[in-house]
């Protein structure tokens, strides 16, 4: 009789298989693909309970850890900068090695400089390589400035040597050497050592942060204000925790600038719901690239201060900055400035990174974070949640050390590191200005200036029988968009729904991260999909939406 079912089950497993296997489902459109992962999804659901229960039946042991068991937190986490676009990406370059219609996949959608062909400043490699190696210290090829640093490291680790742990918080002289930069760039604004923490990149910091935040239930539960359009890090933390997420949306007809009236309309509509609690802000932004000025950041932290919000100010593109009209200015510099009142209460904490700025060192995972006004006694319950994970790669703290204590006028290495800092800096600054140009000249593409940061967030008209064909898709229809590019051009951007956006309007992230020539490519080829694309599904005048009553604008004047 065991038999008999297991025969049965297997029968109704062979049939499903078979429907989803079918020649039309596993053809190269991915209309049909999109219909197939539907039916996969039904055999999943169906057929893989039908099987659990024959197996109960039948005395098998099961999996302990299934979809049915997982974290349902776990299932709600999405990151869209290595969503389905990505995998799709990763399919069509090995399906490149028999046939493709274009000769590469062009990866545009993570800021991974490395990964684009940056080359490393050589300073910073030279440290970590005497930091790895410490026999190289005999070598000439190292210039002295180099040795001294490493040396330095190497003191202050066990054993001499970053294969050991180092403190939770982060090798001492490496944290009192951050204090010490961001002292210089605040202008004397005073930092105390005891108060940065290193970090495995910025996102671990942020994700200790919050953390520590997130506490309640129900009408109490912690409310986390994030910007919209956001760094997908933020939503899938705020997944995981089962915080609240609080939007509230920047300004993109004003060059996606950040308005108080906004904050505050969002803060009384969580209001009703949860405890809006923390303020997220990322400047310069991810994905928008703009560059907050001055005032605003005063008006941010004065509501910041009147609501009693805890602010997480993300500043790892403080280095940038392409606008002439744009500079950097930190939270914790425009906090010291509005006095005492505002400096000694306004609990702040800043996010740096070796993954972005003119290094791009992604794969060090290396950061900092500086708290500032935090309790004594949560200050204690930090350094025990960062001490479950040991400590950061001291390595990645090794190269962070180098950027924040860059070689000096009178020392070696001081001029070929500045010429390569600024090389990198100047072509990003040049490939802003050609993106924002070359996108703006293509009907139905509209792109606020790339100020700052390693994206642009162009919005793009679709068509409404595109709308309903990606509808009938279950796709977004920016999704569906992106998913076109790809398979037509082999050209990888990131859907704009992944970062959220204002109902109506429909967005993709790019970087501009690519070599001037392979960039140049890549938008010429993405304007000829458009036209295409406008063409194909519409005969009419291409023209934005309609629905989008807000028009991004395309002047920067946003005042410093």
């Not at 705020?238 to 308005?259: R, T």
């Not at 803060?267 to 000025?293: D, E, F, M, W, Y």
């Amino acid at each position: 009789r065991e038999c008999l079912h297991m025969f049965a089950h297997v029968c109704l497993i062979s049939s499903a298989f078979a429907r989803v296997c079918t020649p039309e489902r596993i053809s190269g459109d991915f209309h049909n693909k999109s219909t197939a992962l539907e039916s996969r999804h039904a055999f999943s659901t169906v057929e893989a309970a039908a099987v659990e229960q024959t197996a109960a039946r039948a005395g098998l042991r099961g999996k302990s850890l299934t979809m049915a068991t997982l974290n349902p937190q776990v299932k709600a986490v999405e990151y869209a900068v290595r969503g389905p676009i990505v995998m799709k990406a990763g399919d069509l370059e090995r399906e490149m090695q028999q046939v493709s219609p274009f000769a590469e996949v062009i990866r545009a959608n993570i800021g991974d400089a490395h990964a684009m062909g940056q080359q490393p400043i050589t300073f910073l490699r030279q440290v970590v390589a005497l930091c790895c190696f410490p026999e190289l210290m005999h070598s000439p090829a190292f210039p002295e400035d180099a040795k001294q640093r490493a040396r330095r490291v190497l003191q202050d680790c066990g054993g001499h040597s970053v294969g050991s742990y180092s403190a939770s918080q982060g090798v001492d002289c490496i944290r009192r050497d951050v204090a010490d930069y961001i002292t210089r760039r605040d202008r004397g604004v005073p930092s105390d050592w005891s108060d940065v923490y290193l970090t495995t990149g910025a996102s671990d910091g942020i994700m200790s942060i919050l953390k520590l935040l997130v506490s309640g239930q129900g009408p109490s539960r912690t409310g986390v204000m994030i910007p919209i359009p956001q760094y997908p890090l933020y939503s899938a933390a705020i997944s995981e925790l089962e915080a609240v997420q609080v939007n509230y949306y920047l300004d993109e007809a004003n060059c996606w600038a950040l308005d108080t009236e906004e904050l505050q309309r969002a803060h009384r509509a969580a209001k009703q719901h949860c405890q809006p609690r923390v303020l997220c802000i990322i400047n310069p932004g991810n994905p928008t690239g703009q560059v907050q000025s001055k005032k605003c950041i005063e008006e941010v932290l004065h509501f910041a201060h009147e609501e009693n919000l805890f602010v997480m100010a993300d500043e790892v593109y403080q280095d940038n900055v392409y606008s002439a009209d744009c500079r950097f200015h930190s939270f914790k510099k425009v906090l010291f400035e509005m006095g005492p009142e505002y400096f000694n209460s306004v609990e702040l904490v800043s996010f740096h990174s070796t993954s972005k700025g003119y290094t791009g060192e992604c794969g060090f995972r290396g950061g900092y974070m500086e708290v500032l006004n935090m309790d004594p006694q949560v200050k204690a319950q930090l350094v025990k949640l960062l001490s479950v994970r040991l400590c950061p790669p001291v390595s990645g703290q090794a190269a962070m050390d180098v950027i924040v204590n860059p070689p000096r006028e009178h020392e070696p290495s001081y001029a070929q590191f500045t010429k390569e800092k600024n090389t990198v800096l100047d072509s990003l600054a040049h490939k802003a200005r050609l993106t924002e140009q070359i996108l703006n000249s293509v009907p139905g593409i509209k792109c606020n200036p790339v100020q700052g940061a390693m994206y642009a967030f162009p919005q793009i008209y679709i068509p409404p029988a595109a709308v309903e064909e990606a509808e009938s898709l279950s796709l977004a229809p920016d999704m569906f968009y992106c998913l076109k590019l790809l398979e037509e051009t082999g050209i990888c951007v990131v859907p704009g729904s992944g970062f959220g956006q204002r109902q109506g309007t429909y967005h993709f992230r790019m970087t501009i991260l690519p070599s001037p020539d392979k960039l140049q490519i890549l938008l010429q080829k993405l304007k000829e999909f458009h036209l295409h694309f406008l063409e194909e599904y519409s005969q009419a005048e291409p023209q934005m939406s309609s629905s989008n009553p807000e028009q991004p604008s395309h002047k920067s004047k946003q005042p410093d």
